[in-house]
């Protein structure tokens, strides 16, 4: 799945009315990645999972006080907001401070490929993606910010 696939599929399905935490974008996702080919949900995971990785880094994650699990889940909610939004955030680190702050998530995104891929596989989710999204994983944005070299 290439990134342009991944953001439509997430404009396609994001509902038109409020969706705290991203409830009703996951769970239509997950619909239509469970009718579809074991490829298909695997390169959504992979293309969330860079997604997240990209925007865990200092300039994100010094934003207000957050744990790990919570920063994790406020960049989940810069995906769920759509292309536009996450493309802001990631060239302008200051659009994520109301995620932040507000304490807005999007945890159910990340369950996605975990619920969407049983059906077509005919087993558990498995698999690692090429880059975590567990938040501080992207060793490289972080040297430095905590006094290392």
Request: proline content about 6%.
């Amino acid at each position: 799945m290439t990134e342009e696939e991944f953001w439509r599929l997430i404009e396609a399905h994001r509902p038109a009315g409020e969706d705290p935490d991203a409830e009703g974008l996951a769970a239509a996702l997950t619909e239509r990645l469970r009718g579809g080919p074991v490829s298909m949900v695997i390169g959504f995971a992979e293309q969330l999972s860079r997604l997240l990785y990209l925007l865990d880094g200092p300039a994100w994650g010094e934003l207000g006080q957050q744990s790990g699990d919570s920063f994790l889940y406020t960049r989940a909610a810069v995906v769920a907001a759509g292309r536009a939004e996450y493309e802001r955030t990631l060239a302008d680190p200051s659009a994520f401070a109301p995620y932040a702050e507000d304490l807005v998530w999007a945890e159910p995104l990340l369950y996605v490929p975990d619920r969407a891929y049983k059906e077509p596989a005919g087993e558990e989710w498995g698999r690692e993606t090429r880059y975590s999204y567990e938040s501080y994983s992207n060793t490289s944005a972080w040297v430095g910010a905590c006094g290392e070299t």
